[in-house]
């Protein structure tokens, strides 16, 4: 997912609290950086800050949707500030948090967000005898719940909302990892090894020259 937010003491909250819940998270300091790198990379989340120097978080929401970038965004406002909520909406944010909000409150409104965007995806991932709840960050398998790190539970969620899909080492990395992750040769590849020691080692197959696919 992508911050949007001028301010360096909150990016880096933010930055921090979501990494901790196992999202890759890249930031963007002004308006003109978030349109560069919005519209070269695919994300399923963007936070927007409102008040931004230079572009502000409407011009940047506007110019995003005219390039034909869909990603669910979530706009930050200052509490009194409706005119910015109506203008918000109306560049094509999907929804707005107002400033100062709780981070319980912003997950939640996130959660809201990406199982509206695009195909209806269920609250809980069930794939054969795996269940996923993405709200509360657990995961069993079939009646016992397995204990997973952020990253491992980060990339088996993937895996789930595509199950029996082949998914390269690149977009598994885009959707965990963040761009400062410059090791990129074999992390996945790591990572994919934890997670099948956890399940079982036939759950994950590799496909050779492409990637990885979780058995449907
Ligand atoms: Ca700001």
């Not at 993937?158 to 885009?174: D, K, N, T, Y």
């Amino acid at each position: 997912m992508l911050v949007v937010e001028d301010e360096a003491k909150l990016a880096s909250l933010l930055q921090q609290g979501l990494a901790s819940r196992g999202m890759g998270v890249d930031v963007a300091r002004t308006g003109d950086e978030a349109v560069i790198r919005a519209t070269a990379t695919d994300y399923d989340l963007i936070l927007l800050d409102v008040m931004l120097p230079g572009r502000d978080g409407i011009d940047v929401c506007r110019q995003l949707r005219a390039h034909e970038v869909w990603s669910p965004t979530l706009m930050l406002t200052a509490l009194d500030d409706v005119e910015s909520r109506v203008r918000g909406l109306d560049s094509g944010a999907d929804d707005y948090l107002a400033k100062p909000f709780s981070f319980e409150e912003l997950l939640a409104r996130m959660r809201a967000l990406t199982r509206r965007g695009g195909p209806p995806r269920p609250t809980l991932l069930t794939v054969r005898d795996l269940r996923l709840d993405p709200a509360s960050r657990r995961v069993w398998r079939g009646g016992a719940e397995l204990a997973l790190t952020p990253r491992e539970f980060a990339l088996l969620e993937v895996f789930m909302r595509h199950p029996g899909q082949v998914l390269s080492r690149f977009e598994l990395l885009e959707h965990v990892w963040d761009h400062s992750y410059e090791n990129r040769s074999n992390v996945i590849d790591v990572y994919v090894g934890y997670l099948r020691e956890k399940l079982d080692r036939a759950s994950i197959e590799t496909v050779r020259g492409a990637g990885y696919r979780l058995r449907a």
